[in-house]
């Protein structure tokens, strides 16, 4: 169990002479000086020695532990150091020891530790410190906390034993309850590592195998405590009674030493070098220090440097450097102890206000102490360079942001002229009042109270509102477009179709807008209505052709609109005689006109022999209609016809809605044969048929009693059937008029 105490001692400075831009202003010190209070008293070492002696007792009939085991050996594997710094620490040191083990038997003051020296305790009442006392430091509630320092196994053995649960953050000397691990070696031997944090033992269970360097806990201060230290006591065995084991070899202690390398009886040690914001605050116990710890300075700041030992002897001397980013040493002292035999935990700190023309940069301090060189880095923030914010162009009216992104100090002023003047805003970005005017502003950047030596100029140029106009016709017709442009050249383009062009073509009724912008914060809009008119609607009345000698009529169907043909007429129609090229301009109420242009042709059909009393209509894929002699010739309505009679033929052509006649043919005796006339009646006796291969001009068909059945003339068929459904049985005559001649049949009706 151990007691800090802190005491301020005088310190002697030397300062190196050639350099004084910077100022000391005070320095500071002290010790740590430990009092001893009984760790661990008769009643919890029964309590200790029982609960263990249970727990081998059960491992050993488990075959955990050998009977031989027990038997004494006069060498063990060696020990290691029982403590290290967790992943993430890297101090040059983080521990001290304060007490060894107490070999005087007697009491009190009735001291002696392994090398004759009297560090270590007894107490009045009975009381000789059995192990050895390793504490924490610097700020050892502070790494307590933090889990900053863990127990680890000093050799290898068996788990046999674990307290846990109990308060770990003591400041008196009687709570009988701490936490701790025991660990058995293969000798019979036991290590107990006590004082540790609440939970943090390992989880192994009692009987599990330790290899050395195993994690076992953390350094904290339960059980009779005053701050975070590992009590580390070696017992013989686990036998009550039995005997405390010094590991460590010395002029009162010539046993083997247990240790893999003891180390020295004074170990002076550098703990930390540290750079602080101001002094460190050590706090009553257990409330953690407030440590100021601070590795990034301005020029103008002030600076605390201090220095952390354990085991400090007068008359040691420790050369402390302050060097510059350039390698070259700013400030030297040394310093020393007189008259004092040992510090076991001390520090010393020197208060230093920076230059204003300190450089930047990585700055060490350093310090050479008992051969060994601790350094510690810390930057410093000289004078900054003179700041950048770019130029800016606003619109009027409106505000502008400037950033500055370069400034190496820790504060950036707003200034409204480069010298004196009146402090506008302070941080890295400034936004202006609103400007109706061109201003210039000035910025600087200050590294704590070193500002840069020049204040840099920003301008912020204001513009103009942009106020477009879109230019084109605002009403077209249908089939029309208009070209949409602006009034002047801008940089950006926005169009409400999604164009980002400066000008666009559109055809279609809407509105239209566009947003301009110039590349500053100046927008423009502009908004356009566009109106388009349909064209014309009407049916085209008429055909492109007419009949040779004829007149045909072509125009439009309404009579709403306005008309202009290139005849010159006015009217909606007018009449065509002439084969020729024609435009009619048809115009509405909104003005929007449409042409439609006629190439008229003259249609004069004509009929083409083309051999074997065979003649052909033309022009082809029109309507025909044959006549003879001026009569429509029944059925004959293609566009070839086959002549077996004289007459005159012609033929009426219609192409659309024109019908033409053609010229006569007049033909004349080209038939002289008689005719070969078929009559057949159907089964029925319902219909006759007349078959001639000459043209058939007439019939007749007489009862026996002169009374007329059928008759027809002019038809000019090859083909007749007669219907004779409703007619009485009997002899009839048919009489057939072919190539100018009658002809006389009998048939029978049944």
Not at 397 to 402: H, I, N, P
Not at 554 to 564: A, K, N
Not at 608 to 632: E, R, S, T
Request: aromatic fraction near 12%; hydrophobic fraction near 35%.
């Amino acid at each position: 169990m151990i007691l800090f105490r802190f005491s301020v001692v005088l310190l002697m400075i030397v300062l190196c002479p050639f350099y004084s831009l910077g100022q000391f202003v005070n320095s500071d010190g002290g010790e740590y000086i430990i009092r001893h209070v009984e760790c661990i008293s008769p009643v919890q070492y029964l309590r200790i020695e029982k609960m263990l002696a249970e727990n081998i007792k059960l491992l050993k009939a488990k075959g955990i532990l050998n009977q031989s085991e027990n038997i004494r050996r006069s060498v063990i594997s060696k020990l290691n150091g029982p403590l290290r710094q967790a992943a993430g620490y890297n101090l040059p040191s983080y521990y001290g020891v304060s007490n060894f083990v107490d070999r005087n038997t007697g009491f009190q003051n009735k001291l002696q530790d392994y090398n004759c020296g009297m560090r270590t305790y007894d107490l009045a009442n009975g009381y000789n410190h059995g192990g050895m006392d390793i504490f924490l430091w610097p700020f050892g509630w502070n790494m307590k906390n933090n889990g900053q320092v863990e127990i680890i196994a000093a050799a290898d053995g068996i788990l046999i034993g674990k307290d846990d649960g109990n308060v770990d953050t003591n400041c008196d000397f009687n709570n009988p309850n701490w936490n701790a691990v025991y660990i058995q070696h293969a000798d019979g031997s036991v290590a107990w590592y006590g004082h540790a944090k609440k939970f943090s033992l390992t989880t192994k269970p009692i009987g599990s195998k330790i290899v050395t360097g195993e994690f076992l806990g953390l350094v904290a201060s339960s059980g009779s405590s005053t701050g975070p230290h590992l009590h580390f006591e070696l017992r013989s065995s686990n036998n009550q009674g039995n005997t405390v084991v010094d590991p460590n070899q010395g002029n009162c202690n010539s046993a083997t030493s247990w240790w893999v390398m003891q180390k020295p009886y004074y170990e002076s040690t550098v703990n930390a070098l540290m750079t602080h914001s101001a002094g460190p605050v050590f706090n009553k116990c257990p409330n953690p220090d407030v440590i100021n710890a601070k590795n990034e300075f301005q020029c103008g700041n002030a600076i605390t440097f201090a220095a952390y030992y354990h085991d400090q002897l007068a008359n040691q001397v420790s050369n402390f450097k302050v060097i510059r980013p350039n390698g070259t040493v700013i400030w030297s002292w040394n310093q020393s102890f007189n008259n004092v035999p040992n510090y076991n935990a001390s520090y010393w700190t020197w208060n230093y206000i920076l230059p204003s023309n300190a450089p930047s940069g990585n700055w060490k301090f350093e310090v050479l102490y008992q051969g060994v060189t601790t350094t510690h880095t810390f930057k410093v923030n000289g004078v900054p360079d003179a700041p950048f914010a770019m130029n800016q162009i606003i619109c009027s009216d409106t505000r502008s942001k400037l950033i500055v992104t370069n400034c190496t100090g820790d504060k950036v002023t707003w200034w409204n002229s480069s010298v004196n003047g009146n402090l506008l805003y302070t941080g890295d970005t400034f936004t202006t009042p609103i400007l109706s005017k061109t201003t210039k502003y000035y910025v600087q950047c200050q590294s704590g109270s070193c500002p840069s030596s020049i204040r840099s100029e920003v301008i912020v140029t204001v513009m103009d509102q942009l106020t477009p106009v879109i230019k084109g016709d605002q009403i077209i017709c249908e089939g029309q477009s208009t070209l949409l442009s602006l009034d002047r050249s801008y940089l950006n383009y926005k169009w409400s179709t999604g164009d980002t062009i400066s000008n666009i073509q559109v055809s279609k009724t809407g509105v239209y807008s566009v947003t301009v912008s110039d590349g500053t914060s100046c927008f423009g809009n502009a908004t356009f209505n566009l109106t388009v008119h349909p064209l014309p609607q009407y049916l085209i009345v008429g055909d492109t052709f007419y009949c040779k000698d004829l007149q045909s009529e072509i125009g439009v169907s309404s009579t709403q609109d306005q008309y202009s043909w290139s005849t010159g007429d006015k009217k909606n129609t007018i009449l065509i005689s002439n084969a020729d090229k024609y435009k009619l301009t048809v115009t509405n109420s909104f003005g929007c006109s449409k042409n439609e242009l006629f190439n008229m042709t003259e249609f004069d059909p004509m009929i083409i022999n083309i051999g074997n009393n065979k003649f052909k209509a033309f022009p082809d894929n029109a309507l025909y209609q044959w006549y003879i002699n001026g009569q429509v010739i029944l059925n004959q309505n293609t566009q070839e016809l086959t002549i077996d009679t004289s007459g005159t033929f012609s033929v009426d052509v219609t192409l659309g809605k024109t019908t033409c006649r053609s010229t006569s043919i007049i033909l004349s005796d080209i038939i002289n044969t008689s005719p070969n006339v078929n009559i057949t009646i159907n089964a029925n006796y319902e219909s006759i048929s007349i078959i001639s291969d000459h043209s058939i001009q007439a019939i007749d068909v007489i009862s026996i009693d002169g009374k007329i059945m059928f008759s027809l003339n002019a038809m000019y068929t090859n083909l007749l059937s007669v219907n004779s459904s409703k007619w009485p049985s009997g002899l009839y005559f048919i009489k057939l008029s072919i190539l100018n001649k009658n002809y006389l049949f009998k048939v029978l009706i049944k």
